[in-house]
Each structure stands twice: as structure tokens, then as C-alpha cells.
Nanobody, 122 residues
Framework: QVQLVESGGGLVQTGGSLRLSCTTSTQTFTRYAMGWFRQAPGKEREFVAAISATSWSGTHTYYADSVKGRFTISRDNANNTVYLQMNSLKAEDTAIYYC????????????WGQGVQVTVSS
């Protein structure tokens, strides 16, 4: 069973930054896409960002419009870790953030982390 463990959440003021990390136990990390999703209280889980599996052409990244230009997703294949650098945080970014692993960056995700709380105070 693949396990994903997130870290890096916390409380930050508006305009601040946080970096989330997600480490997976999968043995073939480069073959999988990784994504970040979030769920705010009373709302459905929504897509935040994703990064494709590593191929000969490199990787591709995807972002929700609401975070484009502020968040950056990246992966460290040597350490089976995906990151989400979050800058210029807004109160509306407050949510539980989940890391997912799947075959396609914009497809279905098969494994999920337990989630990490991000709270942005105004």
C-alpha cells in the first residue's frame, strides 16, 4: 500500500508564504503524476496544482486559475517528494491541503495523504 505523508502546513498572515511537502512510499516515483488539492470548510475538494510524471521531455505543471502566479509545484525525484510553494497567501487559501498520486496529472488520483491544515489570517 502506497503511503503519502504531507507536512509544512500552519498559520500564516495574509501575504505570507508556506511550503508544503509530500513524500510518497512508492518505488517508482518518476512514473507518477502528483497533485495538490484542497478542501475548505463547507466546500468540496478542489484542484490546486499538479505535476506530470517525469519523461524524456521533462515534466509539465498545471494550476488552478485561483493560484496561478502565486503557487509553484515541483518534484524531487531523488527523495520521492513533491512540493507546493505558496506565496502571497490570501484568506481564501485557508483549507486542508491534500497530496495525491496518480497516473495522469489531470486524471484520477489513486492514493492520498492525510491532509495538512493551512490557515491564512487576515
Amino acid at each position: 500500500q502506497v503511503q503519502l505523508v504531507e507536512s509544512g502546513g500552519g498559520l500564516v498572515q495574509t501575504g505570507g508564504s508556506l511550503r508544503l511537502s509530500c513524500t510518497t512510499s512508492t518505488q517508482t516515483f518518476t512514473r507518477y503524476a502528483m497533485g495538490w488539492f484542497r478542501q475548505a470548510p463547507g466546500k468540496e475538494r478542489e484542484f490546486v496544482a499538479a505535476i506530470s510524471a517525469t519523461s524524456w521531455s521533462g515534466t509539465h505543471t498545471y494550476y488552478a486559475d485561483s493560484v496561478k502566479g502565486r503557487f509553484t509545484i515541483s518534484r524531487d525525484n531523488a527523495n520521492n517528494t513533491v512540493y507546493l510553494q505558496m506565496n502571497s497567501l490570501k484568506a481564501e487559501d485557508t483549507a486542508i491541503y491534500y497530496c495525491g498520486q496518480g497516473s495522469e496529472a489531470l486524471g484520477q488520483y489513486d492514493y492520498w495523504g492525510q491532509g495538512v491544515q493551512v490557515t491564512v489570517s487576515s
